[in-house]
């Protein structure tokens, strides 16, 4: 990209782009190396000047820095998340004692959005060897020394324009966007957006000259008589722009009369709108960034509003924080460097709409509820109804994930073992039903409930008939009509 080439003539490089760099031992640089690409002029003309690049840089570094970093058990995407490490207070705390966690993680991802070279990180070790603090290094200042073995045999940084020093490889981590020609570079989306980002950065201008000529567009005023030098320096000053002159008449008198060319286009000509239009739309795409996400809505619906957060976190934000995390895997090889995305409301939507479907297919008996559960994030259930497809409307057990469903025909002989044995097409309402009535029971008075048939004392006659049972009044004396007695009185 021609406007932010620092050197001009090739023959000023240090070293030929490209990959062979890494392998040709005749290729190796004595120093780091590095292409033209000048990061500075790019923050002064680009980051600076043009809203829409700051804001995209903003936002993606905004949103990567607000997320909590966590570490997972056996250095696995799927491992157990650690609760407790001293890495995690450097990435979510303090850094170093210069910058909070907050800070260095976004000027991390503002810079390797910029930088051609990518991102130099120094670790800050202790006695026993382990890292104690980041520390992000110029990137205009840094470069990697390349090796035909080891790849990079050390970081070269430019202390001033006399002194050097060189890093050692394990003491730097090296995050950068795979360059698909040469390995030591790094993309940025700025090159790509380079011409839009001049082009609106030329358009602003043009416009503020626009004002500041009093909405005049630029021309030659040509006066067809002689004039001395006083007069044409008066002339001058009256008519070139300025804001103290917005507004003011001027009067010319001429013998032969003026003319007034006009060399310029007006705004409307320069189609000056759709230009500006079209360079939001194009550096909006280069970083991926829907506009929406940087604060504008508008002409949009909900929906349109909700598709767009989705494409910013699916397709601009989870690659650059997988190239965060993968970046920092030599900082620590027993665990996974992750990123914490449970809370970002947009992906809760996508994930409970994506629960909504495996839940549909859980109704309609395609999966199983545990393969639901693992599905949605939760825990596994013991259980063989849980393992099982059930088929609708009445949750009917047709299949065991797990293993072979039971031979209805073996109900019987499971049953007597004291085993539950779920049959194969038969509801399961019916079943419950049918083990139901197949248990004997009997009241308690003692116990207060049901009990288990043939455990209550004193019931081994109860179903007898009225004569086989004794009646306890057998000998005594009937009452004659007329006579009272007190009761529960011996009789005399």
Not at 335 to 347: A, E, G, K, N, R
Not at 390 to 395: D, F, G, I, V, Y
């Amino acid at each position: 990209m021609a406007w932010n080439k620092s050197l001009q003539n090739d023959a000023q490089k240090s070293v030929s782009v490209g990959a062979p760099i890494s392998y040709a031992p005749s290729l190796q640089p004595q120093t780091g190396y590095h292409d033209g690409w000048d990061i500075v002029k790019a923050y002064k003309e680009g980051v600076s000047k043009v809203t829409w690049v700051f804001r995209c840089i903003d936002v993606i570094a905004s949103n990567q820095a607000t997320l909590p970093v966590i570490l997972r058990k056996e250095n696995s995407p799927f491992g157990e998340v650690i609760g407790d490490h001293e890495l995690l207070k450097i990435f979510n705390n303090t850094t170093n004692v210069g910058e909070n966690a907050f800070a260095f993680r976004y000027r991390l991802s503002a810079q390797l959005l910029m930088s051609s070279r990518g991102v130099f990180i120094e670790i800050i070790r202790g006695r026993d060897g382990r890292p104690t603090a980041l520390h992000l290094l110029p990137p205009q200042s840094t470069s990697p020394i390349p090796d035909t073995n080891k790849f990079v045999k050390g970081y070269e940084v430019k202390i001033s324009a006399t002194e050097k020093k060189t890093l050692k490889p394990q003491n730097v981590i090296w995050i950068r966007r795979p360059h698909p020609l040469d390995p030591y570079l790094s993309m940025t989306p700025m090159e790509a957006a380079g011409v839009a980002i001049e082009v609106e950065s030329l358009a602003k201008i043009y416009n503020r000259n626009f004002l500041i000529n009093d909405g005049r567009p630029g021309g030659l005023l040509v006066l067809r008589s002689e004039i001395d030098e006083d007069d044409k320096d008066e002339l001058r000053s009256r008519f070139r722009g300025n804001i103290g002159r917005a507004g003011a008449v001027g009067v010319i008198s001429s013998d032969d009369g003026a003319d007034f060319v006009d060399t310029a286009a007006s705004p409307r000509d320069a189609a000056y709108v759709q230009m500006r239009t079209l360079t939001k739309e194009e550096i909006l795409a280069a970083f991926g960034v829907p506009e929406s996400i940087i604060g504008n809505s508008s002409n949009r619906t909900f929906s349109n509003a909700m598709e767009e957060g989705k494409v910013f976190w699916m397709e601009t934000m989870t690659p650059h924080l997988a190239m965060i995390a993968r970046g920092f895997d030599a900082i620590d090889p027993l665990h996974y460097i992750d990123f914490d995305v449970s809370t970002v409301p947009i992906l809760i939507l996508s994930k409970q709409e994506a629960e909504r479907h495996y839940l549909s297919e859980f109704q309609m008996g395609l999966i199983s509820a545990n393969e639901y559960r693992e599905a949605a994030g939760r825990k596994q259930v013991e259980s063989d109804i849980a393992d099982s497809l059930l088929s609708n409307p009445n949750q009917t057990p047709i299949a065991n994930t797990k293993k072979p469903m039971e031979d209805p025909n073996a109900q019987a002989e499971g049953g007597a073992g004291g085993e539950s044995v779920v049959q194969q097409g038969v509801p399961l309402d019916v079943q419950a039903s049918e083990a139901r009535q197949q248990q004997v029971t009997e009241f308690s008075p003692e116990q207060g409930g049901f009990v288990e048939a043939g455990t209550v004392q004193g019931t081994e006659r109860i179903e007898a008939s009225a004569a086989e049972v004794p009646s306890e009044l057998e000998g005594d004396e009937v009452e004659q009509e007329g006579e009272k007695s007190l009761p529960f009185q011996p009789t005399p």
